[in-house]
């Protein structure tokens, strides 16, 4: 499975950008998805993710500005991104999770660049 993010571009702080991570196949059978960002000298960090039944979870830093949603009928997965600051700037990735027996089967997307202006 191949994950393709897009989205990504410059924004001034306050505005709005929807990223989307497209499937090479069915993300029905994923336990999860989520995104990752990584900000220049910094952690890889969760920032939101949705599991199969679409219970969502997110960093407390975007609670109530991001949104995680996915379209199974499409094979994506969405994050809406409202409010931008500044500090969300960095290269943001998609990832999935898949349960085969005892082992965990983990994907990445290549990443897209999320720069913020103030």
């Known amino acids: 499975v191949q994950l393709q993010a897009s989205g990504g571009g410059l924004v001034q702080a306050g505005g709005s950008l929807r990223l989307s991570c497209a499937a090479s196949?069915?993300?029905?059978?994923?336990?999860?998805m989520g995104w990752y960002r990584q900000a220049p000298g910094k952690q890889r960090e969760l920032v939101a993710a949705?599991?199969?039944?679409?219970?969502?979870n997110y960093a407390d830093s975007v609670k109530g500005r991001f949104t995680i949603s996915r379209d199974n009928a499409k094979n994506t997965v969405y994050l809406q991104m409202n409010s931008l600051k500044s500090e969300d700037t960095a290269v943001y990735y998609c990832?999935?999770?898949?349960?085969?027996?005892?082992?965990?089967?983990?994907?990445w997307g290549q990443g897209t660049l999320v720069t913020v202006s103030s």
């Open positions: 990832n999935a999770v898949r349960v085969g027996g005892v082992v965990r089967y983990i994907y």
């Open positions: 196949g069915s993300i029905a059978s994923f336990e999860g």
């Open positions: 949705i599991t199969s039944g679409s219970s969502a």
